[in-house]
Structure formats: C-alpha cells, structure tokens
C-alpha cells in the first residue's frame, strides 16, 4: 500500500507532467491533446493581465488557441520552472510555476514574456486537468501586434 507521502508526490510530478505537457503541445500546434489538457466544466484561461483576453469555457480555449495564437504565431517555445505545487486534496490542488516565452509570429516580429502561471487543478478519474490557468507578468512583455484581442 502507498504512503500518503508517496501519493502526494506521485501527484505533484503529475500535475508537473500536466505544466510540461502544456507547453509543448502550444509550442508544436498541437490543439487536440492540448483541449485534453482541461476540466470539462468551464475550465479559464486567463492572459488579460497581458492583455490577451480571458477565455471560459472548452469551446472559447479552443477557439482562443486554433483561431488566434495558432493563427499568429509560426514558433513558439514555453520554458516552464520553478514549480510549486500545494493545496492537494482528494480532488483539488492548486500551484504555480513561471513561464518564459519566445516566439516569431508570421508577420516577422518577435515576442518575448516572462509570468508565472496561477493554477488550479482539478482530478479527472486518475488524471490531473486544468480547471483554471491565470497568467500573470514578471516583466513587461513584448507582445507586438498580438495584444490586439481575438476577434
């Protein structure tokens, strides 16, 4: 039988499994194993505190990432660290790790963003999934023309 101890860590490497899976299913378009990185149940995705709009809801993520960012960006890559994971229940967690971003859109400008991700974890069957994901800036970002919201 496993340790609660052996238990809490077996979750927090799987909810920082989640964080890096996160990252490289954005950084290599692929939307279909990033949807299933989410709650069913009106998961958020927050990037207003970089003026990159709020989204709630499976269907509004999907569309945020397919129709916009997919759109504009030709290379991206998440550098994700500084991982704390706490709260864990049953259930629930709740965690943060910080985020450098790079990329070239397909006009030929660049970006550059350093945050941290606030999140909250909610336990689906055996895996873990984002309920909520709230970025917030380190540093001023370089955003270009993607500050202008989806439309």
């Given at each position: 039988?496993?340790?609660l101890?052996?238990?809490?860590?077996?979750?927090?490497?799987?909810?920082i499994?989640?964080?890096?899976?996160?990252?490289?299913?954005?950084?290599?378009?692929?939307?279909?194993?990033?949807?299933?990185?989410?709650?069913?149940?009106?998961?958020?995705?927050?990037?207003?505190?970089?003026?990159?709009?709020n989204?709630?809801?499976?269907?509004?993520?999907?569309?945020?990432?397919?129709d916009?960012?997919?759109?504009q960006?030709?290379?991206?890559?998440?550098?994700?660290?500084?991982?704390i994971?706490?709260?864990?229940?049953?259930?629930?967690?709740?965690?943060?790790?910080?985020?450098?971003?790079?990329?070239?859109?397909?006009?030929?400008?660049?970006?550059?963003?350093?945050?941290?991700?606030?999140?909250?974890?909610?336990?689906?069957?055996?895996?873990?999934?984002f309920?909520s994901?709230?970025?917030?800036?380190l540093?001023t970002?370089?955003?270009?023309?993607?500050?202008?919201?989806?439309?």
């Amino acid at each position: 039988m496993a340790t609660l101890h052996a238990i809490a860590v077996a979750d927090r490497l799987d909810i920082i499994e989640l964080a890096s899976r996160y990252a490289f299913f954005v950084d290599t378009f692929q939307l279909e194993p990033l949807m299933k990185l989410w709650v069913d149940d009106d998961p958020t995705f927050d990037e207003s505190r970089v003026a990159l709009g709020n989204n709630t809801g499976l269907d509004n993520i999907r569309s945020y990432f397919a129709d916009f960012v997919f759109v504009q960006m030709a290379k991206m890559a998440h550098i994700t660290t500084n991982h704390i994971v706490e709260r864990i229940t049953d259930t629930t967690a709740r965690g943060s790790c910080s985020v450098l971003v790079e990329g070239e859109m397909r006009t030929g400008e660049t970006m550059r963003a350093a945050a941290y991700y606030d999140d909250v974890y909610h336990r689906v069957g055996d895996t873990w999934k984002f309920k909520s994901r709230v970025v917030y800036p380190l540093t001023t970002p370089n955003l270009g023309s993607l500050v202008s919201e989806p439309g």
